[in-house]
């Protein structure tokens, strides 16, 4: 199952419906596209960037996990037991994202990434959509449509997945 989500391509295109008062996302807009890469990191697999997700929002809040010494980073594995393995480092200023850099792994990884590899983790989608798209299972085919809510605020969003060019 892990092998496949790491095979598992990013959507092309997604399509939202709704806003949030709280972040502001979709205000003023009836509906809006976002590209699969904005929604996933290039090189990443929904298997690793879904784990990251948790501990990104952790952070952003300004979170902390309590076996960590160092309140300012964390480390986290994908899901591959012979997976990669990333370090989570907190950017200063408050509410502004984090930085996400592969420290080690056992094997290669299937997506290409590799000891040294480092991306922002930025705004360009709240991330407390990123949970309901990831796991929903609708979304992963194309022209697929979910309703989801977002855990930052309980708001409502309808997202589809647009279809490939040449797609119906």
């Not at 295109?13 to 709704?18: A, D, H, Q, R, V």
């Amino acid at each position: 199952m892990i092998e496949i989500m790491c095979q598992q391509e990013v959507p092309a295109s997604l399509t939202l419906e709704g806003s949030c008062e709280m972040c502001g996302l979709g205000k003023n807009k009836s509906s809006w596209q976002i590209s699969g890469n904005d929604l996933i990191p290039k090189k990443f697999c929904f298997s690793a960037f879904f784990v990251l997700v948790p501990y990104w929002l952790s952070m952003k809040q300004g979170g902390w996990f309590r076996w960590r010494e160092n309140k300012e980073d964390v480390t986290v594995q994908c899901p591959r037991p012979e997976g990669v393995l990333f370090l989570i480092t907190r950017h200063s200023s408050p509410n502004q994202g984090a930085n996400a850099q592969v420290i080690s792994m056992l094997k290669p990884c299937p997506r290409g990434l590799e000891v040294g590899f480092s991306i922002e983790l930025q705004n360009n989608l709240c991330p407390g959509l990123i949970p309901g798209i990831f796991s929903s299972p609708e979304l992963a085919q194309s022209g697929g449509e979910s309703m989801i809510t977002c855990v930052c605020a309980g708001n409502r969003f309808k997202v589809r997945n647009a279809p490939q060019t040449g797609e119906i």
